[in-house]
């Protein structure tokens, strides 16, 4: 689940910081308060890289995932984007999970006694 999580959020970083540089041709946002917004949710994305195996990992995903959402209020592409990388976080949390189970059975019964000895 890790790999598949945390490459969607890098994916998320690079997407977040080409929003940032799309926003700032809003005259009624400043630059100062785009690039404030942008960098805490990049740092964000690569932070929750390191936690997406804890159980509040995945919940600060999905809440990372909302924000994303959101912010085609103020980025309107970003309705669409953020959907997108929801839906790919949902089948990066899914099927991870899914990997971590048949990873877990082989190793119960191939004898070893650690699922990353596969």
Request: glycine share 12%; net charge neutral.
């Amino acid at each position: 689940m890790r790999t598949l999580c945390s490459s969607t959020l890098i994916g998320e970083f690079f997407v977040v910081g080409f929003a940032g540089l799309v926003a700032m041709k809003d005259p009624d946002l400043s630059t100062g308060t785009v690039w404030t917004v942008c960098g805490i949710a990049m740092f964000l994305c690569v932070a929750l890289c390191g936690v997406v195996t804890r159980p509040a990992g995945v919940v600060l995903g999905w809440a990372l995932q909302i924000a994303l959402v959101a912010s085609g209020f103020f980025v309107p592409m970003m309705f669409f984007l953020g959907v997108v990388f929801a839906a790919l976080w949902w089948a990066s949390v899914h099927f991870g999970r899914k990997v971590e189970e048949a990873k877990a059975r082989f190793a119960a019964q191939s004898g070893s006694g650690s699922p990353d000895a596969v």
